[in-house]
């Protein structure tokens, strides 16, 4: 069971978060090689990568270099032409990257996170030994193509069809929007509904070269400007029946694992985002003077300093340890990965607007670095899942899993009468952990020995895990099945959640660098400590939000408003 579906039925699975795991010796080697390599590569071009957030363009010869540098084969297995970066190594290169530029990053990221992941995780032996080299080479660069004009959010309803021959070759037919690398890539991994029992959705490996697929103009966007982002269409396109990824009707499945598996790419790239804002902030905070100091000596910008450094900090320990479950072939992670790219999205926001902040009128001039964060980093809550519908992903498959235990229950206590054994015995599992809920006390305590100035921390985290299962507890028996409809609760609980996760993965980290010969590691445990703190004041807003709140008053507002289509009132 996830960490997650753990947390949400009052329990704290410490195996999984004691202790904070480390990168693979292999990783270490060629990370150090891989993130000089791209320091060298990327620094000099800093004007280049303004000039061509302006003129929304990437030229062919800095893909070229890409290419040359090895960046389209990290996760590729060494056997097939790549590095075989984990996913840690992987979500570390990301990070490396985005210090420089979010187009270049997601030329790269797009390619491996989301382009050619499903030929990793679902191709046969004959589909990995024909794409991957030349994907690993970066001769074909692959993009995802799941989104379409009416299939946003919901995916499942995209209408691009693919009919079977009698040969068992297919027929593709459909268009896809905002596909990243649309432009430029050679291999597409294209989503399309088919008929079969066994599913409405087949994924399909189409090469850009084949008759009738073809791709529209570099789309004119708000950030990462100079990332090819285009429509791809298909217009009678001929698919061999060995292109078919995974089996026929399995698409949706693809799909999902794909998003799941990729999303420590773009947490790495959100952290590497705020190492980069921090060090601007830094820097500018001695550097600009006022009142006759600089303006690093305020109580309000430290505090902008130093809440940057605790998010980032906080992103980090999420984002790896998640990549540390992929890594070692746990399968249920997908929830974790979603407060992942939640958590470390809205961090990376937060400090675009305090980076920009401290930098105040200067930081708003385009010669400065930060109006291009801000627009590129915007991103990070849109694509590959809106952070709406991923926060009620997290609550509900979170709550799913323990609404099949109160099922259970339901069953057991039904069968207390018809089997009094069978029932006893989950009754009285079910009664144990209630009480642990009601009380704070006994199996939900750590039992990992923290310093003194961390077991603070975790007592915090215990409480409110507890919180947490008391409060699903009680929207479960209230709402049953209509929770699904219940947005705004859904929304508490995964936020509740979230923190928990974040939080103990900080406790985690924090623990593993306290003894760190230098005063990192103190520092890292005073982080800890104020993360706990702040995470606390949020789960009590949100757990008493969950029976004292303004939604249905607010409901009301917004269909006030909805009625009317603009805002009445007016001082006139
Ligand atoms: C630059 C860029 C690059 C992209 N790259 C790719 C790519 O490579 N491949 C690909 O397939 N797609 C790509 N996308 C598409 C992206 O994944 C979608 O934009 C995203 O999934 C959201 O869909 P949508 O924009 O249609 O929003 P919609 O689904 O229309 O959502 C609109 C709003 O409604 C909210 N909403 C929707 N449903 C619900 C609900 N049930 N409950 C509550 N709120 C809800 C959303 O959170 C959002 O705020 C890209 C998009 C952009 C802008």
């Given at each position: 069971m996830s960490v997650a579906k753990n947390l949400i039925a009052g329990r704290i699975p410490e195996d999984r978060l004691f202790p904070y795991p480390a990168l693979r010796d292999k990783d270490r080697e060629v990370l150090g090689q891989v993130v000089d390599a791209i320091d060298q590569f990327l620094a000099p071009r800093h004007e280049d990568f303004k000039r061509w957030d302006r003129d929304a363009a990437q030229p062919e010869e800095f893909i070229q270099s890409l290419r040359d540098l090895g960046l389209f084969g990290l996760i590729i297995p060494e056997e097939h032409g790549g590095i075989g970066l984990s996913n840690a190594g992987y979500a570390r290169v990301l990070c490396q990257s985005s210090t420089h530029d979010s187009s270049a990053t997601l030329t790269i990221g797009a390619h491996s996170s989301i382009g050619m992941k499903g030929i990793l995780l679902f191709g046969t032996a004959e589909q990995q030994a024909r794409y991957l080299p030349r994907l690993a080479s970066g001769e074909l660069i692959a993009a995802f193509c799941l989104t379409e004009s009416g299939a946003g959010s919901d995916a499942a309803s995209i209408r691009s069809?693919?009919?079977?021959?009698?040969?068992?070759?297919?027929?593709?037919?459909?268009?896809?929007?905002?596909?990243?690398?649309?432009?430029?890539?050679?291999?597409?991994?294209?989503?399309?509904?088919?008929?079969?029992?066994?599913?409405?959705?087949?994924?399909?490996?189409?090469?850009?070269?084949?008759?009738?697929?073809?791709?529209?103009?570099?789309?004119?966007?708000?950030?990462?400007?100079?990332?090819?982002?285009?429509?791809?269409?298909?217009?009678?396109?001929r698919v061999p029946a060995e292109n078919v990824l995974d089996t026929e009707g399995k698409g949706f499945k693809v799909a999902m694992a794909v998003l799941n598996n990729g999303r420590t790419g773009l947490g790495g790239g959100a952290v590497g985002g705020m190492k980069a804002l921090i060090a601007l902030a830094t820097q500018q905070a001695q550097a600009r003077r006022q009142f006759d100091a600089p303006i690093a000596r305020f109580g309000l910008v430290r505090e902008k300093i130093a809440q940057m450094t605790l998010d980032c900090f906080a992103a980090e320990s999420v984002v790896w340890m998640v990549a540390h479950y992929i890594d070692s072939g746990q399968q249920d992670y997908s929830v974790e990965a979603a407060m992942s790219k939640v958590f470390a999205s809205e961090a990376l926001q937060r400090a675009a607007y305090q980076a920009l902040q401290i930098a105040a009128g200067s930081g708003f001039m385009r010669d400065a670095p930060y109006e291009q964060i801000t627009r590129d980093c915007r991103i990070l809550t849109i694509f590959e899942g809106t952070n709406e519908v991923l926060r009620l992903y997290i609550a509900l498959s979170s709550l799913k899993d323990l609404g099949k235990s109160l099922a259970e229950l339901k069953t057991a206590v039904d069968d207390i009468f018809n089997n009094p054994i069978k029932g006893f015995g989950v009754l009285t599992d079910y009664a144990e952990k209630r009480l642990t809920r009601a009380t704070g006390v006994g199996r939900d305590k750590l039992a990992t020995p923290l310093p003194p100035p961390l077991r603070e921390a975790a007592a915090i985290f215990e409480r409110y895990t507890v919180e947490l299962a008391k409060a699903a507890d009680f929207l479960l028996r209230k709402y049953g099945r209509s929770i699904a409809d219940r947005q705004h609760e859904l929304q508490r609980v995964a936020d509740i959640a979230t923190d928990l996760f974040v939080g103990l993965c900080v406790l985690s980290r924090a623990a593993s660098l306290g003894n760190a010969p230098d005063t990192s590691g103190a520092h890292a445990v005073q982080m800890a400590r104020v993360f706990a703190q702040q995470a606390k004041r949020r789960m009590a807003h949100q757990v008493r939000r969950i029976t004292h709140n303004e939604d249905e008053d607010m409901d009301r507002v917004a269909g006030f408003i909805l009625d009317k289509g603009s805002y009445p009132w007016d001082v006139m």
């Amino acid at each position: 069971m996830s960490v997650a579906k753990n947390l949400i039925a009052g329990r704290i699975p410490e195996d999984r978060l004691f202790p904070y795991p480390a990168l693979r010796d292999k990783d270490r080697e060629v990370l150090g090689q891989v993130v000089d390599a791209i320091d060298q590569f990327l620094a000099p071009r800093h004007e280049d990568f303004k000039r061509w957030d302006r003129d929304a363009a990437q030229p062919e010869e800095f893909i070229q270099s890409l290419r040359d540098l090895g960046l389209f084969g990290l996760i590729i297995p060494e056997e097939h032409g790549g590095i075989g970066l984990s996913n840690a190594g992987y979500a570390r290169v990301l990070c490396q990257s985005s210090t420089h530029d979010s187009s270049a990053t997601l030329t790269i990221g797009a390619h491996s996170s989301i382009g050619m992941k499903g030929i990793l995780l679902f191709g046969t032996a004959e589909q990995q030994a024909r794409y991957l080299p030349r994907l690993a080479s970066g001769e074909l660069i692959a993009a995802f193509c799941l989104t379409e004009s009416g299939a946003g959010s919901d995916a499942a309803s995209i209408r691009s069809q693919a009919v079977k021959n009698a040969d068992g070759s297919w027929i593709l037919n459909g268009e896809k929007i905002w596909i990243t690398n649309g432009g430029i890539a050679g291999l597409y991994t294209v989503f399309a509904r088919t008929a079969s029992d066994a599913g409405k959705m087949t994924a399909f490996l189409v090469e850009a070269a084949w008759p009738g697929v073809s791709h529209g103009r570099h789309e004119d966007k708000m950030g990462i400007r100079a990332s090819s982002t285009t429509t791809v269409s298909f217009a009678d396109v001929r698919v061999p029946a060995e292109n078919v990824l995974d089996t026929e009707g399995k698409g949706f499945k693809v799909a999902m694992a794909v998003l799941n598996n990729g999303r420590t790419g773009l947490g790495g790239g959100a952290v590497g985002g705020m190492k980069a804002l921090i060090a601007l902030a830094t820097q500018q905070a001695q550097a600009r003077r006022q009142f006759d100091a600089p303006i690093a000596r305020f109580g309000l910008v430290r505090e902008k300093i130093a809440q940057m450094t605790l998010d980032c900090f906080a992103a980090e320990s999420v984002v790896w340890m998640v990549a540390h479950y992929i890594d070692s072939g746990q399968q249920d992670y997908s929830v974790e990965a979603a407060m992942s790219k939640v958590f470390a999205s809205e961090a990376l926001q937060r400090a675009a607007y305090q980076a920009l902040q401290i930098a105040a009128g200067s930081g708003f001039m385009r010669d400065a670095p930060y109006e291009q964060i801000t627009r590129d980093c915007r991103i990070l809550t849109i694509f590959e899942g809106t952070n709406e519908v991923l926060r009620l992903y997290i609550a509900l498959s979170s709550l799913k899993d323990l609404g099949k235990s109160l099922a259970e229950l339901k069953t057991a206590v039904d069968d207390i009468f018809n089997n009094p054994i069978k029932g006893f015995g989950v009754l009285t599992d079910y009664a144990e952990k209630r009480l642990t809920r009601a009380t704070g006390v006994g199996r939900d305590k750590l039992a990992t020995p923290l310093p003194p100035p961390l077991r603070e921390a975790a007592a915090i985290f215990e409480r409110y895990t507890v919180e947490l299962a008391k409060a699903a507890d009680f929207l479960l028996r209230k709402y049953g099945r209509s929770i699904a409809d219940r947005q705004h609760e859904l929304q508490r609980v995964a936020d509740i959640a979230t923190d928990l996760f974040v939080g103990l993965c900080v406790l985690s980290r924090a623990a593993s660098l306290g003894n760190a010969p230098d005063t990192s590691g103190a520092h890292a445990v005073q982080m800890a400590r104020v993360f706990a703190q702040q995470a606390k004041r949020r789960m009590a807003h949100q757990v008493r939000r969950i029976t004292h709140n303004e939604d249905e008053d607010m409901d009301r507002v917004a269909g006030f408003i909805l009625d009317k289509g603009s805002y009445p009132w007016d001082v006139m």
